[in-house]
């Protein structure tokens, strides 16, 4: 039996990974400084051996590899034991990479809409019956873990443009070789690791240059910088658009061949992944039509655009969005699919949305919404030691907007925007503080 140690088990794709591995029959243990939900339960549930806090004596010669989460440090204890045991060090991208050697790899990447396009091609996959491995960065309704490792000849790969590990300062996405692809769009992130647009704009040209040979991707016909990317590559690539639907309160409803297909799906842009999606899907056996009915039922992937009440004359989403793009997307599909007001809110919570340079980037993000608020708990600069920002900045960075720094006012704004039945979007990568909100 191969032994393996996870360092920083506590991530939302490691913690899955280290639950997978032991289902494969390996003899697992990790460690992190600190593991929260939904990680703790899962790995209590799987009883895994894991442990809170650094201690090299954990790390043994038995130990068949190392694998090394990007939460960790350079100068980890655990992480330098292994290095002088001579033990394989791995990164989690590094890890799928060579599992998937011998696979066709299907990889989806870009700034926006990964996570639910990759779920919708293994929802799709799954209801046809295919065996496939996958990795996503999010659970997904109708699969117990967001990685799956066996002998399957497939795999399907959320390709995160973010680094690899600390020592591997690289995209993880570099690592895959795709033989099909997608690149949803290009929209500036990450600006911790990525200080200049050019320097985001790069890592994707050389995600491009990785493709196996023979391999092709599909890229979005609207997004200036993939146009200009796919102009320049020998890759054979294929722009896609969004497909021919119009909208009802369910969803968007799909017309293909003069024939009417029924989607859960809001939102041009979901129903621009959902083009992608198809579209690879077709070099894996399953015609357009058969899609379309397979994606009838899809849900989406867990707080990406999830409904979360759904009365006659009321809706309210909670969505990950976090970037400008995704703000400026999800706001106009709600703004645009239901009447009534909205009220959107955005907690200003990941590195760049909290970075100054990069807050005039949401300039009129959520211009859709007829009330726009941002949230920000001050005590997070702090946490994460970054400049404080003062709200009379971020509101000029914004425009139009509200700027909310206490929770119970916002948990108050909110709960009197539901009574009064206007729709709510609520985008944030956290939890608003915790904030407790009354929505029935």
């Known amino acids: 039996m191969k032994r393996v140690h996870l360092i920083a088990v506590g991530g939302a794709i490691m913690h899955n990974l280290a639950i997978a591995l032991k289902q494969k029959g390996y003899k697992v243990t990790g460690?992190?400084?600190?593991?929260?939900?939904?990680a703790k339960t899962n790995l209590?549930?799987?009883?895994?051996?894991?442990?809170?806090?650094?201690?090299?004596?954990?790390?043994?010669?038995?130990?068949?590899?190392?694998?090394?989460?990007?939460?960790?440090?350079?100068?980890?204890i655990e992480l330098l034991e292994a290095v002088r045991l001579g033990l394989k060090v791995m990164?989690?991208?590094?890890?799928?990479?060579?599992?998937?050697k011998d696979k066709t790899r299907v990889v989806v990447a870009g700034s926006h809409g990964k996570t639910s396009t990759t779920a919708m091609i293994m929802h799709v996959l799954r209801k046809n019956g295919l065996e496939f491995d996958y990795l996503v960065?999010?659970?997904?309704?109708?699969?117990?873990?967001?990685?799956?490792?066996?002998?399957?000849?497939?795999?399907?790969?959320?390709?995160?443009?973010?680094?690899?590990?600390?020592?591997?300062?690289?995209?993880?996405?570099?690592?895959?070789?795709?033989?099909?692809?997608?690149?949803?769009?290009i929209a500036y992130d990450h600006i911790n690791v990525f200080p200049t647009f050019d320097l985001y704009i790069d890592t994707f040209r050389q995600y491009i240059a990785t493709h196996s040979a023979g391999a092709k991707y599909y890229w979005y016909k609207g997004d200036v910088e993939l146009a200009k990317l796919s102009s320049e590559t020998d890759v054979l690539n294929e722009a896609y658009d969004t497909?021919?639907?119009?909208?009802?309160?369910?969803?968007?409803?799909?017309?293909?061949?003069?024939?009417?297909?029924?989607?859960?799906?809001?939102?041009?842009?979901?129903?621009?992944?959902?083009?992608?999606?198809?579209?690879?899907c077709s070099?894996?056996?399953?015609?357009?039509?058969?899609?379309?009915?397979?994606?009838?039922?899809f849900t989406g992937a867990g707080r990406r655009m999830e409904k979360i009440v759904d009365l006659p004359n009321q809706v309210v989403f909670r969505d990950f969005a976090h970037s400008p793009s995704k703000l400026e997307a999800t706001t106009k599909a709600v703004a645009e699919t239901y009447e009534g007001n909205v009220l959107a809110v955005f907690e200003l919570h990941t590195f760049s949305s909290l970075t100054k340079d990069f807050l005039p980037l949401y300039r009129d993000a959520m211009s859709s919404a007829d009330r726009r608020i941002v949230f920000y708990n001050d005590a997070v600069f702090a946490h994460k030691k970054m400049e404080y920002l003062d709200a009379e900045y971020v509101k000029e960075c914004f425009g139009d907007v509200e700027i909310i720094n206490d929770m119970q006012v916002l948990e108050s704004i909110v709960n009197t925007s539901f009574v009064a039945g206007d729709n709510i979007l609520l985008m944030s990568s956290g939890t608003f503080n915790k904030a407790e909100f009354t929505l029935s």
Do not use: C
Not at 31 to 38: E, H, K, N, R, V
Not at 174 to 183: A, D, E, R
């Open 243 to 280: 497909p021919v639907f119009t909208n009802s309160r369910d969803g968007a409803v799909i017309d293909l061949d003069g024939n009417s297909y029924e989607t859960l799906l809001v939102g041009k842009h979901n129903l621009q992944n959902m083009q992608a999606a198809l579209l690879i």
């Open 44 to 76: 209590e549930k799987a009883a895994l051996e894991t442990y809170i806090g650094w201690d090299a004596t954990r790390i043994t010669a038995d130990i068949d590899f190392v694998i090394l989460g990007m939460h960790a440090r350079k100068d980890n």
């Open 283 to 297: 070099h894996l056996g399953i015609s357009p039509k058969g899609f379309l009915e397979a994606i009838a039922d």
């Open 91 to 100: 990164s989690f991208p590094e890890f799928i990479a060579a599992e998937s």
């Open 137 to 185: 960065g999010s659970s997904i309704d109708g699969f117990d873990l967001s990685v799956k490792i066996s002998d399957a000849p497939l795999i399907i790969i959320e390709g995160d443009e973010y680094l690899t590990s600390p020592l591997d300062l690289r995209s993880k996405f570099l690592w895959y070789n795709p033989h099909y692809s997608i690149i949803t769009g």
């Open 31 to 38: 460690s992190d400084d600190a593991i929260y939900d939904p």
